[in-house]
């Protein structure tokens, strides 16, 4: 149980487009999912908490117009990253909360890599 | 604010020596703990978790041990294999409204 996929799984781009990044909940209904980025070598950055049905909370230096997130159903969030740059180009993962458990255990998805040109 | 890492510690390991990936945590308020795996291309996995009224617990060849007196965690993992080898992260949580802090992650090589 507790499968989170993400498609796609690598995307390259020209610069100044924009990119759109699924994140489903398989098994589970997902009330709460996270976006994350991760650079080589460096650990996973909360980018922001994404909540069904309401607006997602960014963190702190986050821009969210650039990154757009919509959590329309209990199983389904996107990350839309807009005009996106070079310095856009990185590991972009999801994760989300099973709702039965009374943890905040996080179950990730396989990861997207973008890579702007 | 998030840990996040400049350059990642790397362990190496024999075949089949056990290894112990150790990590320092923030937020004493933390209540709960996991470690995640993260092979080279793909999304984190789940290996184990604590709460913090445990100080030690196993899985299948895993065991993670919580010091809340020095804010510690640590992985052994027993026998290690070449298939172990990857990224391992802690993550604390419980009081961040579901969101988890992740440690700067640990490099496990293993050689055969």
């Known amino acids: 149980g507790a499968v989170v996929s993400q498609h796609p799984s690598r995307v390259i781009c020209k610069s100044g487009t924009s990119v759109k990044i699924e994140c489903r909940s398989l098994?589970?209904?997902?009330?709460?999912m996270f976006w994350y980025r991760q650079f080589p070598k460096q650990s996973l950055m909360l980018m922001a908490t994404?909540?069904?049905?309401?607006?997602?909370?960014?963190e702190q230096g986050v821009e969210k117009d650039k990154f757009l997130i919509n959590h329309a159903s209990l199983t389904l969030s996107t990350l839309t990253v807009t005009s996106a740059h070079p310095e856009d180009s990185s590991f972009y993962i999801c994760?989300?909360?099973?709702?039965?458990?009374?943890?905040?255990?996080?179950?990730f998805g396989p990861g997207t890599r973008l890579t702007v040109l | 604010g998030e840990s996040v890492g400049l350059h990642l510690p790397t362990l190496s390991v024999q075949e089949g020596d056990n290894s112990i990936i150790n990590c320092a945590y923030s937020n004493s308020a933390s209540d709960y703990f996991i470690w995640y795996k993260q092979e080279s291309g793909k999304g984190p996995q789940f290996i184990i978790d604590?709460?913090?009224?445990?100080d030690k617990r196993q899985g299948q060849r895993v065991t993670v041990l919580l010091n809340k007196t020095v804010k510690h965690l640590s992985l052994q993992i027993a026998a290690t294999q070449p298939g172990d080898s990857a990224v391992y992260f802690c993550?604390?949580?419980?009081?961040?409204?579901?969101?988890?802090?992740f440690g700067q992650g640990t490099e496990l090589s293993v050689k055969p």
């Open positions: 604590i709460r913090s009224n445990m």
């Open positions: 994404s909540n069904e049905g309401s607006k997602a909370t960014y």
């Open positions: 994760s989300a909360r099973d709702p039965p458990s009374t943890a905040d255990t996080q179950y």
């Open positions: 993550a604390e949580g419980g009081n961040q409204g579901g969101k988890l802090i």
């Open positions: 098994d589970f209904q997902a009330t709460t």
